[in-house]
């Protein structure tokens, strides 16, 4: 039972007949990049919905159960561990197994989690399932890394993968507006409690892994057609040597764990995701301490994910068509921005100030959005289109001790130097990734595509 359930996730093999006909190749490339795309998009928005539907409720969720903030953190922060982690071993993982399966299985185990989570009073199984859920919730970047690996060439791949991107912002912010609808309407309808929003959300997750399931295959060669750099002409940045064989650990240590860019990135990470997630996480417990309405708060929380998938789609293009195809100066852009935002948004949020709380929620995720997903697009450039699920996750991993460290680290903050230290640790972690993104700049400057042929 257990080797049919691993053998499920086997990689498939190479279609027999290959597709030679240059026409068919390219009506079958579109095709299939098409429904690559549009199912990556709608199961990473899914994979968000049954993992960041607990912030917008968090004001609510808090005294239901009888935590304390520092158990809320600990819980968010133990969970984020679990995930980034996660993350790391799913990326190794993603690198040998079939893309649709890993991608279906990690959504359908957190939906099923979901189903039965609000209902939980124990202290130590809300931390268990919650812990549970993030580790199965690390299955889904993996595979999509490796999509964009090997159907998109390099020198579209910072467009389109910002694009993409963008579906967890939306992915939040349908958690959001679901949370706002239900927590309205157990103000109306007796039945409707606010566990609901766990259970509508594990619901569309278990219906979006059946349509992954239909949707998604695994490499280009499986279904007869040719790599993608051979289709497109462009290779990967880092190729791997002929004589690396094929080695998965040799792959690993040169490509991911000995790489200095990676490490460079990966601590770049850490501080875009502690801003991320002192905002995700926070927000909600912080509008609330300055008195908005506990109903307008998940509706102005929504901004911040709405807006900011406009701000991945924007830094992708500005990167692409101004900065031809550098990442580095968006990045420096928006880390100075994010810096601003998060200082204004702590001087200005409150229900004297409307207008401004919600321009400056929104502008966090903006600018938050720009090298959240630029740096991946740079980890993807800078290892083996074979590693390359590995190497993202590894660059999870320290973003998730930044979110770890949104947690507890928040908290004590908090506990120590009010909200004003919450928001100033944010702004020197924006500093720290400006000089760190820096050191990026002249590898980007000395590598470009080489053609094929």
Not at 246 to 269: D, P, Q
Not at 313 to 334: E, M, Q, W
Request: charged residues 15%; aromatic residues 16%.
């Amino acid at each position: 039972m257990l080797r049919k359930f691993l053998d499920w996730f086997k990689p498939l093999p190479p279609a027999a007949e290959k597709i030679t006909d240059k026409a068919e190749i390219d009506k079958q490339y579109k095709r299939w990049r098409w429904k690559l795309f549009i199912s990556a998009y709608i199961g990473y928005a899914m994979y968000y919905v049954t993992r960041q539907n607990l912030n917008p409720i968090a004001h609510v969720f808090k005294p239901a159960t009888g935590m304390t903030d520092d158990q809320f953190g600990l819980m968010v922060s133990v969970s984020l561990i679990a995930y980034g982690v996660g993350k790391f071993i799913s990326g190794m993982l993603a690198d040998k197994s079939n893309i649709r399966v890993f991608l279906a299985f990690g959504l359908l185990a957190s939906s099923v989690i979901n189903l039965f989570f609000g209902y939980l009073h124990s202290f130590f199984l809300l931390v268990l399932f919650w812990t549970l859920n993030q580790a199965f919730q690390s299955m889904g970047f993996p595979p999509i890394a490796r999509i964009f690996a090997y159907w998109f060439s390099p020198k579209e791949r910072a467009s389109k993968w910002t694009l993409w991107a963008s579906a967890h912002t939306v992915g939040i912010s349908i958690a959001a507006i679901i949370a706002a609808v239900i927590l309205k309407l157990t103000d109306t309808v007796p039945w409707i409690q606010w566990q609901f929003v766990f259970v509508f959300s594990g619901i569309l997750g278990i219906a979006t892994s059946f349509y992954i399931l239909r949707n998604v295959t695994d490499t280009p060669e499986c279904v007869g057609l040719p790599s993608v750099e051979e289709y497109m002409g462009v290779q990967q940045l880092v190729v791997k040597e002929e004589k690396e064989g094929e080695s998965y650990l040799v792959l690993l240590r040169k490509y991911v764990l000995t790489n200095k860019y990676i490490w460079i990135l990966s601590i770049a990470f850490l501080c875009v995701y502690f801003v991320r997630y002192v905002t995700l996480s926070w927000a909600a417990i912080f509008l609330d301490s300055r008195e908005l309405s506990k109903a307008s708060i998940p509706l102005i929380f929504t901004l911040n994910p709405l807006v900011g998938a406009l701000g991945g789609i924007t830094a992708g293009i500005l990167t692409d068509k101004v900065f031809h195809g550098r990442c580095t100066p968006s990045n420096l852009i928006y880390f100075v921005l994010l810096a601003v935002s998060a200082y204004c948004f702590y001087l200005f949020a409150g229900p004297s100030h409307v207008a401004l709380t919600c321009f400056f929620i929104a502008a966090l995720g903006f600018f938050v959005d720009g090298p959240q997903n630029l740096l991946n697009v740079q980890v993807s450039l800078l290892t083996t289109k074979e590693s390359v699920a590995a190497a993202c996750g590894f660059c999870g991993l320290f973003a998730y001790i930044g979110g770890f460290l949104a947690g507890s680290g928040a908290s004590f903050i908090k506990n120590h130097w009010g909200w004003a230290g919450v928001f100033n640790s944010c702004i020197i972690a924006c500093v720290i990734g400006v000089i760190l993104v820096l050191t990026v700049w002249k590898k980007e400057n000395q590598d470009t595509p080489l053609p094929t042929k």
